[in-house]
């Protein structure tokens, strides 16, 4: 008898591994887009046909991606706007405005937002500057207040949006708060139970349930997004933390960068978050309370660029790609992860190699380690190239900046890593405003002029038990 169950759970376990690894590879051949990836996961299911299958149900297959057709489809898509067939108003007709133009249409057809004239970018110098005016906009809030963060802590500053924010709902505004779940682990106490409690309507970005956190654990919404009345909105890098308050001397602290945005381009924002609330809840956020009318109030032409392991993927290193390739005079990046995948490392040491004037700034001393190591095996092609690179003093910098020929800039939530690129939900502004370039260029030069240019001669000198540490972090590259 014994036997018998034996072999008859020897050949169930035969079967269900052969079903696994055939439906596995079936998968693999017609819906995976990443050849290399798709290599990887066949050898891996083919020589480990009970595992592999297991392996590439929880970490391979996107499930996002459906879910974010059907949801669109069932709100036809209200915010798809149509690619405009006139040219752009804010170009000339010089050789440089006619590539700006070009670019200018690439990222119009890009992004599945259009571009809009009229806005004002605004930016804010670490929490000191950001908190106080995100609070402020909460205080003078009057129909609607949405915020999604990656990291919300209920203490210390968070404490006190938690605060301001139940405020403005007894005062009759309507507020809504998303955190990822992820991110919420952060920190103790849980914000959302702080915020519950405080009466706000409040939610978990895709909670921790068992079998769905472990398909679904490597996508994070890494978005930060605050939009008061729908008419005036807050993105950027910047997490609410006290790390981020400078001047009060906290135990971590962490340099950033954020920006308040009003004109046409907060409808976008709100719009981003409008569709991660519905994800998350199924409640439609629509009509004048989140959705006004907006008029011109500056000068930039700006787009929101939306980019997530969804309908939206590989959107940003999309974009991206088209702003290097535009590049004619100089390409400037600030980020904390400097770790771009193939394509991009291309595309900068191409810059490079055609006179375009390429600095890469990055912390020297990162929270993630093994990101820092990993980076500096990426540094002899881009200086042989003509790259130059350097990298910042502590404390950590969390800071974005992405400039190209002092015109163009990309501020927002993406890092320049594989997370970030592929597998994070991030938003980003795309804006062309000269104004806005020459502020962030002269905030970059002040970061560069208290940092350390890396070298050749400076890497060569590199120790041989560093170079064997970094030459093994390079392997996570994929996952960091």
Not at 119 to 126: D, I, K, P, Q
Not at 158 to 171: C, I, M, P, Q, Y
Not at 185 to 190: D, L, N, Q, T
Not at 229 to 257: K, Q
């Amino acid at each position: 008898m014994f036997g018998f169950e034996l072999t008859f759970w020897a050949g169930l376990l035969a079967v269900l591994s052969i079903a696994g690894t055939l439906a596995a590879l079936g998968h693999l051949l017609l819906r995976h887009r990443d050849y290399r990836s798709a290599a990887f996961w066949t050898a891996l299911v083919i020589f480990s046909p009970l595992i592999g299958p297991l392996l590439y149900l929880f970490l391979g297959i996107n499930i996002l991606r459906r879910r974010g057709r059907s949801y669109r489809r069932s709100v036809n898509e209200p915010w798809h706007d149509p690619v405009p067939e006139q040219p752009l108003p804010f170009m000339g007709n010089s050789c440089a405005a006619q590539e700006h133009q070009q670019l200018a249409r690439t990222l119009d057809r890009i992004s599945r937002f259009c571009f809009t004239n009229g806005n004002e970018v605004a930016m804010l110098r670490n929490g000191d500057e950001a908190m106080p005016r995100m609070l402020e906009a909460v205080r003078g809030a009057r129909r609607s207040v949405s915020l999604a963060s990656y990291i919300f802590e209920a203490t210390g500053i968070g404490g006190d949006f938690v605060t301001e924010l139940s405020n403005a709902v007894k005062r009759g505004v309507e507020v809504r708060v998303m955190v990822d779940d992820a991110g919420t682990r952060y920190s103790w106490p849980s914000v959302i139970k702080a915020l519950e409690k405080a009466g706000v309507t409040a939610r978990r970005f895709m909670p921790g349930r068992l079998f769905l956190r472990l398909i679904t654990m490597n996508l994070r919404n890494h978005r930060k997004i605050m939009v008061v009345d729908g008419a005036t909105a807050f993105t950027g890098g910047m997490n609410i933390r006290e790390g981020n308050m400078i001047s009060r001397n906290p135990g971590h602290p962490v340099h950033d960068l954020h920006f308040e945005v009003t004109g046409p381009v907060v409808a976008q924002i709100q719009r981003v978050f409008a569709e991660d609330w519905a994800f998350c809840t199924r409640e439609t956020l629509e009509g004048p309370a989140w959705f006004p009318e907006l008029p011109a109030t500056g000068q930039a032409s700006s787009i929101g660029i939306v980019d997530g392991p969804d309908e939206d993927m590989e959107v940003m290193p999309a974009a991206f790609f088209a702003a290097l390739n535009a590049a004619r005079e100089e390409v400037r990046i600030v980020t904390p992860y400097f770790l771009p995948n193939p394509v991009l490392k291309a595309a900068l040491r191409l810059c490079a190699i055609r006179g375009v004037k390429v600095t890469i700034l990055t912390p020297s001393v990162n929270n993630i380690p093994l990101v820092a190591w990993a980076a500096q095996t990426l540094y002899p092609d881009l200086l042989a190239a003509g790259c130059r690179i350097y990298e910042s003093p502590p404390p950590f910098d969390h800071s974005k900046i992405f400039l190209i020929d002092g015109v163009w800039s990309f501020l927002g939530s993406t890092n320049w890593d594989p997370r970030s690129l592929r597998l994070n939900f991030e938003f980003n502004l795309a804006c062309h405003d000269a104004g806005l370039g020459r502020r962030l260029g002269e905030e970059m030069d002040a970061k560069l002029a208290a940092s350390r240019e890396i070298t050749r001669e400076l890497l060569e000198a590199t120790p041989l038990p560093q170079r064997l540490r970094n030459g093994f972090a390079r392997l996570f590259i994929p996952v960091l």
